[in-house]
């Protein structure tokens, strides 16, 4: 079967006129963090498919335990249930009663979770404290993709449960400190986070925000909103800051995606690749600028294939010839 080919291009309008995006979109406010939330539970009703019954017997008998009744462990052995590993983030402010995501997933030899409902599970934290327990019906996924070759088999040994934990204890939060926010870019930038601290002084008319590094921009509070400061935090989500694009390429070796962004130059070169030869002069690829995204155009046009360009990228990146930063994945 053919790999397909992608090319993804940042247009030439878009380099005259530069995306705004408003400040939520790249930052967020210091104490507004998730916390990841883990488990060891059981997954029960499993229509034989679950553990063969050497890892999950211990945990059962213990279980049955617990609601007293005395069964010898080696009684209880079932390939019903599954032990499993249950995973969740919990947002920031979250409060005592709200429903959250889980994920569970196999850890012994259970074939699929498909049918199964999670037995109450604790979920802890870092910390080692309970935040939240999670129970109820494991979901894997749509129907089997049997005869269509377009459709990926599904993976059942991880399943889902839907608002399956509830929170049990609050993680304390603090958006202002000392009558100040701090502000985390989620992409630490040296130009963003001075272009942040400028669209945020413009907005109010006065120096409130300072760019303290590349990743976090300082944001004092005006005295009419020490009473009510989530309504100036919701202002300054709404702060638009022009984005900064960095010249970047991103290669996928293994399904020959190559995506563009930025503008990215070339210096003039020339070449020979195979059965052809592509020049470089005068900053022009033929009739057109000297770019990434047209020279791939003109590659493909010679009859290179993916790998073929992919290659061609790696080589001139380490020679010099491309001024951007080149990530293979």
Do not use: W
């Not at 402010?93 to 979770?113: E, T």
């Not at 910390?127 to 459709?151: F, I, K, M, T």
Request: aromatic letters at 6%; charged letters at 20%; a neutral charge.
């Amino acid at each position: 079967m053919k790999k397909v080919f992608l090319l993804v291009l940042i247009s030439a309008s878009l380099m005259l006129f530069p995306s705004v995006v408003r400040l939520k979109d790249i930052a967020f406010f210091s104490g507004a963090r998730d916390n990841q939330l883990f488990g060891v539970g059981l997954v029960v009703g499993l229509n034989g498919t679950g553990d063969s019954g050497n890892v999950n017997t211990p945990l059962l008998a213990e279980m049955v335990k617990k609601f007293g009744v005395q069964i010898p462990a080696d009684s209880v052995k079932s390939r019903n249930t599954a032990i499993v590993m249950v995973l969740a983030d919990i947002p920031p402010f979250a409060k005592n009663g709200m429903r959250i995501n889980c994920v569970v997933a196999s850890l012994a030899d259970a074939k699929s979770l498909e049918g199964g409902f999670l037995v109450q599970t604790p979920l802890y934290g870092a910390d080692g404290r309970v935040y939240a327990v999670a129970q109820g019906p494991v979901s894997v996924g749509g129907l089997d993709a049997r005869e269509s070759a377009n459709l990926q088999k599904r993976y059942k040994v991880v399943g889902y449960i839907p608002g399956g934990a509830i929170v049990e204890r609050d993680i304390p939060s603090s958006l202002a400190e000392s009558d100040s926010v701090t502000i985390f870019l989620r992409e630490p930038n040296v130009t963003m986070a001075a272009r942040v601290a400028s669209a945020i002084n413009k907005k109010f008319e006065m120096i409130l925000a300072k760019a303290v590094d590349p990743s976090t921009v300082k944001v004092v509070i005006p005295t009419v909103f020490r009473d009510d400061v989530i309504t100036f935090l919701a202002i300054l989500e709404d702060v638009e800051v022009q984005l900064d694009s960095p010249a970047r390429i991103v290669v996928n070796e293994r399904t020959g995606t190559v995506v563009i962004g930025g503008n990215v130059k070339l210096t003039d070169f020339v070449v020979s690749y195979g059965n052809f030869t592509i020049s470089v002069g005068s900053g022009k690829i033929g009739d057109k600028e000297a770019t990434v995204a047209n020279l791939v155009s003109a590659l493909r046009a010679a009859g290179a294939t993916p790998q073929d360009i992919i290659a061609i990228l790696q080589v001139l990146h380490k020679a010099g010839y491309i001024a951007a930063e080149l990530v293979i994945m």
